[in-house]
T-cell receptor, first 109, second 113 residues
Framework: KNEVEQSPQNLTAQEGEFITINCSYS?????LHWLQQHPGGGIVSLFM?????KKHGRLIATINIQEKHSSLHITASHPRDSAVYICALEMDSNYQLIWGAGTKQIIKP | DAGITQSPRHKVTETGTPVTLRCHQTENHRYMYWYRQDPGHGLRLIHYSYGVKDTDKGEVSDGYSVSRSKTEDFLLTLESATSSQTSVYFC????????????FGNGTRLTVT
């Protein structure tokens, strides 16, 4: 069983739609990262969460430590949001991150 | 954006040759990481550093070595490149051990022929 599961694997939506990407995990963590990788390859760190909720512009990330679940929401989605979104777990006692498989998102105009 | 520069951005090399990739940061962050990204595997940690001259192995360290002689530079060396090391390599930095955001470089695409 994978320690981290992302869903959906692929997502296609129309511009303006509200998007949710989910990340479930089965291990104890000290933090969870949401990252974005654009088709050109660059990776951008969106959020780092250890509890609660964070918001940045149209992006909202939440985490429920008890349920071992995090969500990334995008409001008023735009074609420039087309990218791969990855969640990564930061372990309690370890420098290594455990990476989700990523969600490939395409937003159509 | 965090000041991370990877060089070169692209490289093609022949099997058996040594290759060195450079990661340079201007943020004075203590932690630096080298990852490789391959289809179907996501990002995998090769080596990491928690300070000058302090490095340790990651998940896929075989065939790679690293050096960190100063805070701002973290070098990744492929001692004798193989075709299986064809990949995109990302450097990342973070300020502290736990809970700090990761900042990534733009990646180096390496092709070993």
């Amino acid at each position: 069983k994978n320690e981290v599961e992302q869903s959906p694997q692929n997502l296609t939506a129309q511009e303006g739609e509200f998007i949710t990407i989910n990340c479930s995990y089965s291990v104890g963590i000290s933090a969870l990262h949401w990252l974005q990788q654009h088709p050109g390859g660059g990776i951008v760190s969106l959020f780092m969460l250890s509890s609660g909720k964070k918001k940045h512009g149209r992006l909202i990330a939440t985490i429920n430590i008890q349920e071992k679940h995090s969500s990334l929401h995008i409001t008023a989605s735009h074609p420039r949001d087309s990218a791969v979104y990855i969640c990564a777990l930061e372990m309690d006692s370890n420098y290594q991150l455990i990476w989700g498989a990523g969600t490939k998102q395409i937003i159509k105009p | 954006d965090a000041g991370i520069t990877q060089s070169p951005r692209h490289k093609v090399t022949e099997t058996g040759t040594p290759v060195t990739l450079r990661c340079h940061q201007t943020e004075n962050h203590r932690y630096m990481y080298w990852y490789r990204q391959d289809p179907g595997h996501g990002l995998r940690l090769i080596h990491y550093s928690y300070g000058v001259k302090d490095t340790d192995k990651g998940e896929v360290s075989d065939g790679y070595s690293v050096s960190r002689s100063k805070t701002e530079d973290f070098l990744l060396t492929l001692e004798s490149a193989t075709s299986s090391q064809t990949s995109v390599y990302f450097c990342a930095i973070s300020e502290s051990e736990e809970g700090s955001p990761l900042h990534f470089g733009n990646g180096t695409r390496l092709t070993v022929t």
